[in-house]
């Protein structure tokens, strides 16, 4: 499932099925339960996620050990994020954007205290990764080129036309000297939050909140 019909249309193109959903509104209402859920790079888009868990928790078929396996983005202060905050919090750039979507995540150890806390064996952990960007030479901006398909695009999408271009030739100054070239080619860190929630035989999951 997918708040995006674009993102739905294209599973389906790959043989996906896919359905135009709200993950809030299907964790909370009376979905079948499965026995694998599994959410990656979605979560960081939910305000107050953590007090969504248990509610995927108890979507997890009850008695035969359903999991719940996530994974959301943990580099949020990371320059490729708050280059881009400190630019939107400019007067010219600031009128357009209020109450567009900010997506955030939390470290490993909130995910493993209330998944604990809604009836789970959880293993969490976090991994950067650095990933290597444009060896070719072939794209000036690289780290630009990968944030604007992520985190970046709805401070994109909400800016005017004209206004838009200069928040992008401004981002994409500072995105070059954050991240300079190296032989290898433009190193982006990027660290990632994982956690894998065993439901404990026998636990229904319902009504376990944050401790």
């Known amino acids: 499932m997918d708040s995006s019909p674009e993102m739905v249309a294209a599973a389906r193109e790959d043989g996906s099925q896919a359905e135009v959903a709200d993950l809030v509104d299907w964790a909370r209402g009376d979905a079948d339960p499965v026995d694998l859920l599994v959410t990656t790079a979605t979560l960081q888009w939910v305000p107050d996620h953590l007090e969504l868990l248990p509610d ?99 401070t994109l999408q909400a800016l005017p036309e004209g206004l838009r271009e200069e928040f992008t030739v401004e981002f994409q100054d500072a995105l070059r000297r954050a991240y300079p070239r190296s032989e290898a080619g433009v190193v982006l860190p990027f660290r990632r939050v994982f956690a894998v929630a065993r439901r404990r035989d026998g636990d229904d999951g319902a009504g376990a909140r944050i401790p």
């Open 56 to 154: 995927l928790v108890a979507r997890l078929r009850p008695g035969e050990g359903g999991v719940l396996a996530l994974t959301v983005p943990g580099n949020f202060d990371e320059p490729s994020h708050t280059l881009r905050r400190e630019l939107a919090d400019r007067p010219r750039y600031a009128a357009h954007l209020d109450g567009i979507a900010a997506p955030s995540s939390h470290d490993p150890a909130d995910y493993l205290r209330v998944l604990t806390a809604a009836g789970c064996v959880v293993d969490a952990w976090e991994t950067t990764y650095l990933h290597v960007l444009d060896p070719a030479v072939t794209d000036p901006d690289p780290v630009f080129t990968w944030v604007s398909a992520t985190g970046a695009r709805p």
